[in-house]
């Protein structure tokens, strides 16, 4: 493994690194040996004209399809990818929704294991077709446990902008996650294109103008329609997964997709991708492309392009995307550029973050019907505070809290047996003891750690 990998300087972060599972137990399905037989369609216009230096670099392990998180982690080493957003594979489509191809649990298992190099991208899809508000609960459930970022693949569902979904879109905002989107054509039936056209985008953007979106595959084919929508709506982010390999298979192409995209939204809202499904040439040929890439001069000409910078690489490499979760992209956490303790302010605060996540204490409230047992848990990413109270078999989920000299402050909803009642919580937590007064229009409440 060569070290000019890691050592390109760059701060790594894919939002689309798939887990794909265990496929034996459902190759039996139609659907799904279509799906796979269009996979093998892609590679032809996706490769076509990749000169022989770049397969010179690739090797035999990479082109070989695999479900271990370990062959992720290999190659991200490699090519120095520093954090991977974990997406398993739901496609239910393709097993007639009788089944999905990984679990949510699933890839948790995995982002445990390697907590410093994975964020779990929790598969809310299909949200339509299983329930909006099981969509809306189980989307809760992973915030609690620390997701800030989400997929929601509209190709096996409905609509993007079907008005059924504004309930789930509603609460997206409300958490401050990123949802992505998958936009433009399936690419893989039997998932329908109708279903991700990225004009319906803007439907979405207009009435959540602060929910965080990322729109996957720029687009394509419909790449200005896409930059249209974006330049319109601030909160709407392209993401170039898929298409990188053509910044080596196709430079004038790929030139003109990325070129058109810095036109209408600059650097600033571009994030790079993979796109990849088990194999390690897909993160490989993702991260070649952009690091290696320029935008032809005779582009640059043509179409009034400004030639792409180290500083706009490193802001689509990584630093966009760690801006919109949180993420310090000054610290490295591959090569011999991340922390040598693993090390040291790097690897306490993602043992931390990862302590936080599991964090939930015992609490006693005290309330108008007398003492009730409940749970307060926390997340805490710096001195940002979200996570859930839970009393009397509810759970409210409340983010946009702080922590700061160990004093706490959230607000959020209860729900009660009269209905929602909004609540303001300030106190401290000292050594894992919450002491704090929740503030409502019933009075005051006591909470203590039991």
């Not at 989307?139 to 008005?163: C, H, L, Q």
């Not at 059924?164 to 433009?184: I, N, S």
Request: charged share 25%.
């Amino acid at each position: 493994m060569s070290d000019k990998y890691n050592d390109d300087g760059f701060f790594k972060i894919d939002p689309e690194c798939h887990l794909i599972g265990d496929m034996e137990p459902i190759n039996h399905f139609p659907g799904v040996q279509m799906w796979w037989r269009a996979i093998d369609g892609i590679m032809r216009p996706i490769m076509q004209g990749t000169p022989e230096k770049y397969y010179s670099m690739l090797e035999p392990w990479e082109f070989q399809k695999s479900n271990d998180p370990e062959n992720i982690i290999r190659a991200m080493d490699k090519y120095g990818v520093d954090v991977a957003c974990l997406l398993p594979e739901s496609m239910m489509d393709t097993t007639g929704y009788s089944s999905r191809w990984c679990t949510n649990g699933d890839t948790w298992k995995a982002v445990e294991k390697h907590p410093d190099r994975f964020i779990i991208e929790p598969n809310l899809s299909p949200i339509k077709h299983r329930g909006v508000e099981n969509a809306i609960w189980e989307m809760e459930y992973w915030v609690e446990r620390g997701a800030k970022i989400f997929k929601y693949y509209s190709p096996e569902d409905t609509y993007i902008n079907d008005p059924e979904l504004w309930p789930f879109y509603k609460r997206a905002e409300e958490l401050g996650v990123v949802l992505d989107f998958h936009t433009g054509f399936s690419w893989v039936p039997p998932g329908k294109s109708k279903y991700c056209l990225p004009i319906q985008i803007d439907d979405v953007a207009r009435d959540f103008p602060n929910l965080k979106i990322v729109a996957f595959h720029m687009g394509y084919p419909y790449c200005d329609d896409l930059n249209m929508v974006a330049m319109g709506h601030p909160n709407v982010y392209l993401c170039l997964s898929l298409l990188v390999p053509w910044a080596i298979s196709a430079p004038y192409k790929f030139g003109k997709i990325l070129g058109e995209a810095m036109r209408f939204v600059g650097p600033d809202r571009i994030i790079w991708g993979t796109d990849s499904a088990g194999y390690g040439a897909q993160i490989g040929t993702a991260v070649m492309g952009l690091r290696d890439f320029q935008i032809p001069e005779e582009l640059q000409w043509k179409y009034g392009y400004l030639p792409l910078t180290d500083e706009d690489k490193r802001k689509i490499f990584g630093g966009n995307l760690a801006g919109l979760l949180g993420i310090d992209s000054t610290v490295r956490r591959i090569g011999k550029n991340a922390s040598s303790e693993k090390t040291s302010s790097s690897s306490t605060k993602i043992e931390k973050e990862k302590t936080n996540m599991e964090s939930a204490y015992e609490v006693l409230v005290s309330t108008p019907m007398g003492d009730l047992s409940g749970k307060v848990s926390l997340n805490i990413d710096g001195t940002a505070l979200s996570g859930s109270l839970s009393l009397m078999n509810n759970d409210n989920i409340f983010s946009g809290g702080t922590i700061e000299d160990e004093r706490i402050a959230f607000s959020g909803e209860l729900k009660t047996p009269m209905g929602k009642m909004p609540y303001t919580v300030t106190g401290t937590f000292i050594d894992g003891k919450i002491e704090a007064v929740a503030k409502t229009k019933m009075g005051n409440l006591s909470i203590k750690s039991k």
